[in-house]
T-cell receptor
Framework: NAGVTQTPKFRVLKTGQSMTLLCAQD?????MYWYRQDPGMGLRLIHY???????AKGEVPDGYNVSRLKKQNFLLGLESAAPSQTSVYFC??????????????FGEGSRLTVL | GENVEQHPSTLSVQEGDSAVIKCTYS??????FPWYKQELGKRPQLIID?????GEKKDQRIAVTLNKTAKHFSLHITETQPEDSAVYFC???????????FGTGTSLTVIP
């Protein structure tokens, strides 16, 4: 049981390049999230998904796209990277909010630098 | 949307002393308030949470209190130890949505 796994762990991009971050969870969780973490800014929600085939915008969605074609995977894409997207990205998953606690299980993070 | 404010941003305490971190939220519909601990270079992990129908919850040396009227909640750590040194995040969410809104974090240093 690996929990939440993110790839890659580190990446350096040039302005204008594109890339995809992959998040995989093996806990059969319905909900998945992408956050970015910047110094002094806490964790800000980029996009989230409440189930396979669904996605929704969070607090800071501009410049990012996501897809959830399979329940266990949640992809975050940057079509044209900008220096402002230099950050640490965390994927998270949770079961549901009804019976369970709603606890977020985070991946290890992906450090992205855009030059 | 919800706005969560967290104070202080940094906190240093002597080992054995208590530490208190405070958060306020703006949306009265929020009803679930978790606290996450993030050690240096690691992922955030849930340490305690509280629902809006409860005023206080304890788990060994940590406790969380909630004041719904004032829309604020606090994390209390007693008998602090060096391994308590980390960044702590509060968050708020509601049953009708699936978004968790985080505070900006408090960097706690416990001085041996």
């Amino acid at each position: 049981n690996a929990g939440v796994t993110q790839t890659p762990k580190f990446r350096v991009l040039k302005t204008g390049q594109s890339m995809t971050l992959l998040c995989a969870q093996d806990m059969n969780h319905e909900y998945m999230y992408w956050y970015r973490q910047d110094p002094g800014m806490g964790l800000r929600l980029i996009h989230y998904s409440v189930g396979e085939g669904t996605t929704a915008k969070g607090e800071v969605p501009d410049g990012y796209n996501v897809s959830r074609l399979k329940k266990q995977n949640f992809l975050l894409g940057l079509e044209s990277a900008a220096p402002s997207q230099t950050s640490v990205y965390f994927c998270a998953s949770s079961r549901d909010r009804g019976v369970y606690t709603g606890e977020l299980f985070f991946g290890e993070g992906s450090r992205l630098t855009v030059l | 949307g919800e706005n969560v404010e967290q104070h202080p941003s940094t906190l240093s305490v002597q080992e054995g002393d208590s530490a208190v971190i405070k958060c306020t939220y703006s949306d009265s519909a929020s009803n679930y308030f978790p606290w996450y601990k993030q050690e240096l270079g690691k992922r955030p992990q849930l340490i305690i949470d509280i629902r809006s129908n409860v005023g206080e919850k304890k788990d060994q040396r940590i406790a969380v209190t909630l004041n719904k009227t004032a829309k604020h909640f606090s994390l209390h750590i007693t008998e602090t130890q060096p391994e308590d040194s980390a960044v702590y995040f509060c968050a708020a969410s509601m049953n009708t949505g699936n978004q968790f809104y985080f505070g900006t974090g408090t960097s706690l240093t416990v001085i041996p």
